[in-house]
């Protein structure tokens, strides 16, 4: 049947592990706009208040609340049962795929479990939130970590590995994302372009569903085990 597998996931996968998604209600940018939070200039501007919003999230993950939920279980159950070549694009930071179990995926977002030094650009796992005392240890004088994050108007990471899956995917699936920030909303029309079938599992319509092929409406943890079985 199929024999190359993409996969894009989104907050929404996510939000019922109990983790916040971007722009549903009461989502993470109600409470912060993205030009104070998730850009280089934002950053520049008032470190504290964006090292606040990462920790914040940094010590929920870390709560102990906080587990992959069937979702991200069927994703990872999925790669360990499919014979042909699989690659899982998460836009989230949060390490919940991994948790679960999935190995062949990348953080095209960066990942909240690490911090990175500003000057080498030498990431670190964060033992402790972000702050005057967390630094670097490779450089003299010591960096001030940063989160180790992708933020608007910085380059996605893996771009390479993702286009080249995509150029030779037979079928894309989209899960729990709202399509609205590039390059991975972009994805679905390069999927098409190669003539790959294109899914999207969401509660709603996304913004772009209608490039979508197949549309499964519900909720992740529901539609997921039942798709891959
Ligand atoms: C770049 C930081 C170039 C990490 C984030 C082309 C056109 C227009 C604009 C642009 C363009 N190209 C670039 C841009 C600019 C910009 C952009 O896209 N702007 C948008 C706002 C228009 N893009 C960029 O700047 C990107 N960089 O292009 O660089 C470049 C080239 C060369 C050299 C240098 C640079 C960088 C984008 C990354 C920004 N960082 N976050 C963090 O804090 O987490 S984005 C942020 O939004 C997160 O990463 C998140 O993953 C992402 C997308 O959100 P979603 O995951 O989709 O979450 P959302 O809440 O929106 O939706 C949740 C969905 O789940 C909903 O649909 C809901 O219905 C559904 N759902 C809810 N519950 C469930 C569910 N579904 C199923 N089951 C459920 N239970």
Request: negative net charge; charged residues 25%; aromatic residues 6%.
């Amino acid at each position: 049947m199929y024999r190359q597998i993409v996969i894009l996931t989104g907050a929404g996968i996510s939000a019922e592990s109990g983790l916040r998604t971007f722009r549903d209600q009461d989502g993470l940018w109600e409470q912060h706009h993205i030009e104070d939070v998730a850009t280089p200039e934002g950053y520049e501007r008032d470190p504290l208040l964006v090292e606040r919003f990462y920790n914040s999230r940094w010590q929920q993950l870390h709560s102990g609340d906080i587990e992959p939920n069937p979702a991200h279980l069927a994703l990872a159950r999925l790669e360990q049962e499919f014979d042909g070549e699989l690659l899982l694009v998460t836009q989230n930071i949060d390490d919940l795929h991994e948790r679960a179990g999935s190995r062949r995926m990348l953080h095209m977002h960066g990942e909240l479990s690490k911090g990175r030094c500003p000057r080498s650009r030498q990431t670190f796992v964060l033992r402790e939130p972000f702050g005057e005392d967390n630094c670097c240890t490779c450089c003299i004088p010591a960096q001030r970590l940063r989160p180790h994050v992708v933020w608007f108007g910085e380059m996605p990471i893996g771009m390479d590995r993702i286009h080249d899956a995509l150029d030779h995917c037979d079928l894309f699936i989209a899960i729990g994302t709202s399509g609205t920030v590039y390059p991975a909303a972009g994805f679905v029309d390069s999927a098409n372009h190669h003539g790959a079938q294109t899914v999207e599992v969401n509660i709603m319509p996304m913004e772009r569903n209608s490039h979508f092929q197949i549309h499964l409406q519900g909720k992740a943890s529901s539609v997921l085990p039942r798709l891959i079985e």
